[in-house]
């Protein structure tokens, strides 16, 4: 954390990397996309699973709530589950036409002269898919998915040999600093999940609580939507229509008054 902190002053730009989640993150949470995703595991748990069409959605819950993911969680409990068939079934079958294209969020993306990464606990399929429909797809470096964080999985001959791993578990968050190479004290990490951004605080992140209106302790900065994503960061490079950089820069006093800070609890 001390060679972090020692980067952060010797550097001329305080951050050198976004790091973005990609569902209910780089799009509204209300598109019916993640309601969807819920009916479809809830089939998934039915149809391949065998469990009751009554029990189905709050096992569903349960399986989320301790193990992080409803497929982490058949694992664990000893489900050969395979992941390449359940996210073909869980996402394969999403109604992708209600997202649609961001012309706003594409231009606003690309005149940031940062690193751009996603990070997300969804499949490299999936991921592709929504920055596609987003017309995304050029605006990102890197994606760190399911499949980065779970290289062995394949290779597993029983079911708890290799646990999955996802956000917001710190092997997770480590796996994709390592991948991506990033500085955590140089890079702002987007998440609308609040424990995924209390992991990224807990590795020394800079922390975007996005799609709310009231700060966590461990988010240095909310959104209510990405779109205003510039209005966080102290200095970001914009490129300019004659090709050259532009600035936007401002002090902590203006920051505090386009975000304002509410007490957890309040």
Do not use: W
């Not at 020394?204 to 709310?212: D, E, F, I, R």
């Amino acid at each position: 954390m001390d060679f972090c902190c020692k980067s952060l002053r010797d550097s001329a730009s305080p951050i050198d990397c976004l790091l973005f989640d990609l569902d209910d993150t780089l799009y509204h949470g209300k598109t019916g996309i993640a309601e969807a995703c819920k009916r479809n595991i809830d089939d998934f748990l039915v149809q391949k699973c065998g469990f009751g069409e009554t029990t189905a959605s709050s096992c569903r819950v349960e399986l989320f709530k301790k193990y992080g993911s409803t497929l982490a969680g058949l694992r664990a409990l000893g489900c050969n589950i395979d992941a390449d068939d359940y996210h073909s079934f869980v996402h394969g079958r999403l109604p992708y036409q209600l997202i649609q294209p961001d012309s706003q969020l594409r231009s606003l993306l690309r005149s940031i002269a940062l690193r751009k990464v996603i990070f997300t606990n969804s499949d490299r399929n999936h991921a592709i898919k929504v920055l596609d429909r987003l017309g995304l797809q050029d605006c990102f470096d890197q994606i760190i998915c399911f499949e980065t964080m779970n290289p062995n999985l394949p290779k597993s001959t029983r079911p708890d040999e290799f646990p999955v791993i996802l956000k917001p578990s710190l092997d997770a968050m480590k796996i994709a600093l390592d991948a991506a190479n990033i500085d955590p004290c140089r890079t702002l990490f987007f998440d609308d999940n609040v424990r995924n951004i209390a992991a990224g605080k807990t590795l020394g992140l800079k922390t975007v609580l996005v799609g709310k209106t009231m700060k966590t302790k461990e988010a240095d900065y909310v959104l209510e939507t990405v779109h205003n994503l510039a209005q966080v960061i102290p200095e970001i490079r914009l490129n300019g229509e004659d090709g050259g950089d532009q600035r936007i820069k401002r002090t902590g006093s203006e920051l505090d008054t386009i975000l304002p800070t509410t007490p957890v609890g309040a």
